[in-house]
């Protein structure tokens, strides 16, 4: 029953963020924005939705497993990292790249002081989401893809605020 609750919860998560990057996106484009990285875009959804589904079928797969309370608390902790950091770069959040011209990175929140912290953000919750449930393989695999996304979504980022 708790699973079923939070993976209910994560999907209606995940959906509003894309509500709210698609949202910020026409601002964003209204604006002059120029849209990079498009052609990993494809793979970052499918790694993400792919992500989803491994939980379900781990799970499922194991027969259920029991929830453990401090991955829980742990993963609440670092989804009110998300919200502040989603929230300091406010109509600039994207799941895509977008750059405005002549529009400098925000310098608010935890991007005083991190460079990426959105995307740290991300590795916590992708290893310890599925921790929540004790799905051992989600998380060992799903980091690792995580990771070598991430090389190339940062890397892509990086390129763009350097011009």
Do not use: D
């Not at 964003?28 to 793979?43: C, D, E, I, K, R």
Request: with cysteine; aromatic share 20%.
């Amino acid at each position: 029953m708790y699973f079923i609750i939070f993976i209910f919860f994560f999907i209606l998560q995940r959906l509003s963020e894309l509500y709210i990057a698609r949202k910020n996106e026409k601002w964003l484009l209204t604006n002059g924005a120029v849209q990079y990285g498009q052609s990993h875009y494809p793979f970052m959804i499918s790694l993400h939705t792919m992500f989803i589904v491994s939980l379900i079928a781990e799970y499922i797969l194991r027969g259920g497993t029991p929830i453990s309370w401090i991955f829980l608390v742990l993963f609440l902790a670092v989804l009110s990292f998300k919200f502040w950091a989603l929230s300091s770069l406010g109509k600039y959040w994207n799941t895509k790249i977008y750059r405005i011209p002549g529009v400098y990175p925000v310098k608010k929140g935890p991007y005083k002081f991190l460079k990426h912290p959105n995307y740290m953000e991300v590795v916590c919750e992708i290893a310890i989401i599925p921790l929540v449930f004790h799905l051992y393989y989600t998380s060992i695999i799903f980091t690792v893809l995580n990771a070598i996304m991430l090389t190339v979504r940062i890397r892509e980022e990086n390129k763009v605020w350097a011009e």
